[in-house]
């Protein structure tokens, strides 16, 4: 059964990069309707530029290629997706111990959401990233308390994170630039939980399922 290596990460950073190229409208789309349009053209920018930055990097293990996508988003991404997945990824893989296991990898995950709730001071229901990162990181501790393998893991989280982002279609939002909107925010599909769906979904893909 596989374990979140230096190999494996890398192979998500890449995932990541080709799953934002290929949603890079819908997620401008998504951003369009309730932000300023951006959110997939910062995300395209940032992950093509984490995936430069992996090239000359030898490293010491798969926390060391996150913590350097976490920095290279910072420095890229001027949006307000940039620092927050930043911060995230830097804090992912400072956590992580290597190789990651289901259970070492979920609070990793869980450390990930800290930082973002630490910057970005959004509770669960505030429209936000936040809405699927927290039940990606409860399945992923569910499933790792259950004795599940890492596929089954990251696809328990995949899922959730993709629940997360369709519930929030309904929310006003609270954070963020859509929150200037009140009311017509609702209605809409949010573009971070939308790109947070993304990541954990390709997590999910390279792990195996
Ligand atoms: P900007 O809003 O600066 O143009 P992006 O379009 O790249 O940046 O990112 C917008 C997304 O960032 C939103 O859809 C939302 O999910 C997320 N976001 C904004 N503010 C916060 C916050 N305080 N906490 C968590 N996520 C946030
Ligand atoms: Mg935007
Ligand atoms: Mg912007």
Do not use: C
């Not at 308390?145 to 982002?165: I, K, N, R, S, V």
């Amino acid at each position: 059964t596989p374990l979140f290596d230096t190999a494996l990460a890398e192979a998500w950073i890449r995932s990541i990069a080709a799953a934002v190229e290929k949603e890079q409208d819908r997620l401008t789309e998504l951003d369009s309707a309730i932000g300023d349009g951006d959110h997939g053209s910062n995300l395209r920018r940032g992950f093509d530029a984490a995936l430069a930055a992996l090239e000359g990097l030898q490293p010491t293990g798969p926390g060391a290629v996150l913590t350097r996508t976490g920095t290279t988003l910072i420095s890229k991404v001027g949006g307000a997706s940039g620092p927050l997945y930043g911060k995230a990824f830097r804090a992912l893989g400072a956590a992580l111990p290597e190789p990651a296991g289901p259970v070492a990898l979920a609070e990793a995950m869980a450390a990930g959401l800290d930082a973002v709730r630490i910057l970005g001071k959004a509770e669960p229901g505030d429209k936000t990233i936040v809405d699927a990162w927290t039940p990606a990181v409860a399945a992923l501790r569910a499933a790792a308390a259950a004795g599940a393998t890492l596929p089954e893991a990251a696809a328990a989280a995949a899922d959730a994170a993709e629940q997360g982002a369709r519930d929030t279609v309904p929310l006003r939002a609270r954070k963020g630039r859509a929150s200037y909107l009140g009311e017509r925010s609702t209605g809409h599909q949010d573009p971070g939980a939308t790109s947070t769906a993304l990541l954990f979904r390709t997590l999910a893909d390279v792990t195996g399922n």
